[in-house]
């Protein structure tokens, strides 16, 4: 065993008898928040932003998570690798990662706690550098080891904060959150539909006559509660009922909302003209468009930090997201694609059916690579000699020789 276990050891044994790494972590988790204007919660109301939040997230989330060694190999049974597929009671592995990655997009910053065999998303984290450079965190006073958490940041130009929507779209986020409220909330209302009593006299709070006038009028309408019900209010001289029209003007909220919500997805990372267009003429691209652009970035912070959460920084082992970026494209481009691998010879049959979501026969014939039409096995020289002279390959031979 390490000194890094052994140290590791002594803070987890530590903490259980005293209690307060589990106090401290519980409170944190079940009680963060944030004290931004537009909070993750009013975010994720608005359906453009919450879409894309969505499309980066689950590329995320279905990303397989390997360890491999220095050469680049993978393995299977690191310890790692349990908990990262089973890290705590309360969330499976996908929704960690999820919630991990739409944290890291819109607070800049998340911070993941290994505790022993779990791990955890603390929040109300406060981070410094000491008098040496050395990361400190504490939640509420309470300092947490080095070796237990990691912060992960959505770099700026801070090295100790990260920048997220919620801070880089501030301004945008409150005025598109407040444009589609007031709009939704007039819609709610009926249209804060109104009526303006015209009188040629003027009005007398102490004239019962004009009183009982304007409170009849007043029953008339707000009796109307269905869209069948009319309604016939006579006035006499010198009355006139007009229609008030709404102070909020939906076109220019919606041509508001049509410039100002695009910008939020700049926020991150992505340009939503190139992927809405991508998305409607080539979905494939799209996603590759949104790997590259927003996806990959991520993946590549996430394997860094975490590769050193768990293995420490003098490890050559690496935590890896690998993404297939076939899952999000149609079965029939994924058919095509199959169809000309096998013809041109860079893959067996057996990765086309899994591509395809058949069974792998798992047999030396359909785990061979094969080159163009007649399926002839590249490293299988008399195969290739055959496949030119269509005999048992004498004849290749025999032309040599008399050459």
Same mark, same amino acid.
């Given at each position: 065993?390490?000194?890094?276990?052994?140290?590791?050891?002594?803070?987890?044994?530590?903490?259980?008898?005293?209690?307060?790494?589990?106090?401290?972590? %519980?409170?944190?988790?079940?009680?963060?928040?944030?004290?931004?204007?537009?909070?993750?919660?009013?975010?994720?109301?608005?359906?453009?932003?919450?879409? +894309?939040?969505?499309?980066?997230?689950?590329?995320?989330?279905?990303?397989?998570?390997?360890?491999?060694?220095?050469? %680049?190999?993978?393995?299977?049974?690191?310890?790692?690798?349990?908990?990262?597929?089973?890290?705590?009671?309360?969330?499976?592995?996908?929704?960690?990662?999820?919630?991990?990655?739409?944290?890291?997009?819109?607070?800049?910053?998340?911070?993941?706690?290994?505790?022993?065999?779990?791990?955890?998303?603390?929040?109300?984290?406060?981070?410094?550098?000491?008098?040496?450079?050395?990361?400190?965190?504490?939640?509420?006073?309470?300092?947490?080891?080095?070796?237990?958490?990691?912060?992960?940041?959505?770099?700026?130009?801070?090295? +100790?904060?990260?920048? %997220?929507?919620?801070?880089?779209?501030?301004?945008?986020?409150?005025?598109?959150?407040?444009?589609?409220?007031?709009?939704?909330?007039?819609?709610?209302?009926?249209?804060?539909?109104?009526?303006?009593?015209?009188?040629?006299?003027?009005?007398?709070?102490?004239?019962?006559?004009?009183?009982?006038?304007?409170?009849?009028?007043?029953?008339?309408?707000?009796?109307?509660?269905?869209?069948?019900?009319?309604?016939?209010?006579?006035?006499?001289?010198?009355?006139?009922?007009?229609?008030?029209?709404? @102070?909020?003007?939906?076109?220019?909220?919606?041509?508001? +909302?049509?410039?100002?919500?695009?910008?939020?997805?700049?926020?991150? %990372?992505?340009?939503?003209?190139?992927?809405?267009?991508?998305?409607?003429?080539?979905?494939?691209?799209?996603?590759?468009?949104?790997?590259?652009?927003?996806?990959? @970035?991520?993946?590549?912070?996430?394997?860094?930090?975490?590769?050193?959460?768990?293995?420490?920084?003098?490890?050559?082992?690496?935590?890896?997201?690998?993404?297939?970026?076939?899952?999000?494209?149609?079965?029939?481009?994924?058919?095509?694609?199959?169809?000309?691998?096998?013809?041109?010879?860079?893959?067996?049959?057996?990765?086309?059916?899994?591509?395809?979501?058949? @069974?792998?026969?798992?047999?030396?014939?359909?785990?061979?690579?094969?080159?163009?039409?007649?399926?002839?096995?590249?490293?299988?020289?008399?195969?290739?000699?055959?496949? +030119?002279?269509?005999?048992?390959?004498?004849?290749?031979?025999?032309?040599?020789?008399?050459?």
């Amino acid at each position: 065993m390490g000194l890094r276990d052994k140290v590791s050891n002594f803070v987890y044994k530590y903490a259980e008898k005293r209690g307060w790494f589990e106090n401290m972590l %519980g409170g944190s988790i079940r009680f963060g928040g944030s004290n931004m204007i537009a909070s993750d919660e009013d975010i994720l109301q608005s359906s453009d932003v919450y879409e +894309l939040l969505q499309d980066i997230s689950n590329q995320m989330m279905l990303a397989d998570i390997i360890v491999e060694d220095e050469q %680049g190999n993978e393995l299977k049974f690191d310890s790692a690798l349990n908990t990262l597929r089973n890290p705590n009671f309360y969330l499976t592995s996908s929704e960690f990662i999820k919630l991990m990655t739409n944290q890291y997009l819109l607070q800049g910053e998340v911070f993941p706690v290994l505790d022993g065999s779990r791990m955890h998303i603390a929040t109300g984290v406060y981070a410094e550098l000491s008098d040496q450079l050395v990361p400190q965190y504490s939640i509420s006073g309470q300092v947490i080891p080095n070796n237990m958490i990691r912060h992960i940041k959505n770099i700026g130009s801070n090295h +100790l904060n990260g920048v %997220g929507i919620l801070q880089l779209g501030k301004n945008t986020l409150n005025g598109v959150m407040s444009a589609e409220k007031v709009l939704t909330g007039k819609y709610q209302k009926g249209g804060l539909l109104a009526f303006l009593l015209k009188l040629d006299a003027n009005i007398n709070p102490k004239n019962a006559a004009q009183s009982m006038l304007v409170n009849a009028i007043l029953d008339q309408l707000e009796g109307i509660d269905d869209s069948r019900t009319v309604k016939m209010i006579t006035l006499g001289k010198g009355y006139e009922i007009d229609t008030l029209e709404s @102070p909020i003007n939906d076109e220019k909220i919606l041509s508001y +909302l049509n410039v100002y919500k695009k910008d939020l997805g700049k926020f991150l %990372g992505i340009n939503v003209d190139t992927y809405t267009a991508l998305t409607k003429s080539d979905f494939e691209k799209a996603m590759m468009y949104l790997h590259n652009k927003g996806v990959k @970035p991520i993946m590549k912070n996430f394997e860094d930090h975490l590769s050193l959460l768990f293995f420490g920084p003098k490890s050559k082992k690496r935590i890896k997201f690998k993404i297939n970026v076939l899952d999000f494209v149609t079965y029939s481009t994924k058919t095509n694609i199959g169809y000309n691998i096998v013809r041109t010879g860079i893959t067996s049959p057996d990765n086309v059916a899994d591509m395809l979501g058949f @069974p792998k026969q798992n047999t030396p014939e359909t785990q061979a690579i094969y080159i163009s039409n007649d399926l002839s096995k590249i490293m299988d020289k008399k195969a290739t000699d055959n496949s +030119l002279k269509g005999g048992d390959g004498n004849e290749q031979k025999e032309g040599n020789a008399d050459s």
